[in-house]
T-cell receptor, first 113, second 115 residues
Framework: AQKITQTQPGMFVQEKEAVTLDCTYD???????LFWYKQPSSGEMIFLIY??????QNATEGRYSLNFQKARKSANLVISASQLGDSAMYFC??????????FGRGTSLIVHP | DSGVTQTPKHLITATGQRVTLRCSPR?????VYWYQQSLDQGLQFLIH???????AKGNILERFSAQQFPDLHSELNLSSLELGDSALYFC??????????????FGPGTRLTVL
């Protein structure tokens, strides 16, 4: 069975600072995908970034980067130069060979001016 | 805008009733996923369809059923509704064989309130 663990229920960061949101995963699959989603207070789920288990380079998408450490089974999201609009819930997720997606419980990020 | 549409946006109904939630995937996406998000359970995967066929099943109650039609839209049917079924229901779509990543794009959700 797959499992995603997000140990930080809430995080605070100062505007323009960088922040790391932790995610560890557990799976017996060799091939899998890791994802991060953002859910602002308006409720929609917004795809941020993807990392494949065979990708050797860490994924980056603008101010978002995924710090992928396969041996440690971690897939932390790094947001650089935080903005007030980054305040939201962030979910880490994975899909393996079973086609069953698994989401973490989420981390609430608050960006202070 | 993800390109995934869900109707209705809000739904208020009574216990014991039956409702149907509708989802239209992004153009060209063959996969549709359904999720339930509640405060105490988080985001729970319900079911996954690929090109009309059920591919994976999660924590979906027997009172719930879904299908994907030939035009690829999907419906989630919830029956004998209970207070605990009140939640935000998301549909997501993906095209894993085109992008190779199975990245899911979520619709805006249907807020179901059971009174």
């Amino acid at each position: 069975a797959q499992k995603i663990t997000q140990t930080q229920p809430g995080m605070f960061v100062q505007e323009k600072e960088a922040v790391t949101l932790d995610c560890t995963y557990d799976t017996s699959d060799q091939s899998y995908g890791l994802f991060w989603y953002k859910q602002p207070s308006s409720g929609e789920m917004i795809f941020l970034i993807y990392q494949g288990s065979y990708d050797e380079q860490n994924a980056t998408e603008g101010r978002y980067s995924l710090n992928f450490q396969k041996a440690r089974k971690s897939a932390n999201l790094v947001i650089s130069a935080s903005q007030l609009g980054d305040s939201a819930m962030y979910f880490c997720a994975m899909i393996g060979g079973s086609y069953i997606p698994t989401f973490g419980r989420g981390t609430s990020l608050i960006v202070h001016p | 805008d993800s390109g995934v549409t869900q109707t209705p946006k809000h739904l208020i109904t009574a216990t014991g009733q039956r409702v149907t939630l509708r989802c239209s995937p992004r153009s060209g996406d063959l996969s549709v996923y359904w999720y339930q998000q509640s405060l105490d359970q988080g985001l729970q995967f319900l079911i996954h369809y690929y090109n009309g066929e059920e591919r994976a099943k999660g924590n979906i109650l027997e009172r719930f059923s879904a299908q994907q039609f030939p035009d690829l839209h999907s419906e989630l049917n919830l029956s004998s509704l209970e207070l605990g079924d009140s939640a935000l229901y998301f549909c997501a779509s993906s095209d894993p064989y085109s992008l190779g990543t199975d990245t899911q794009y979520f619709g805006p959700g249907t807020r179901l309130t059971v009174l």
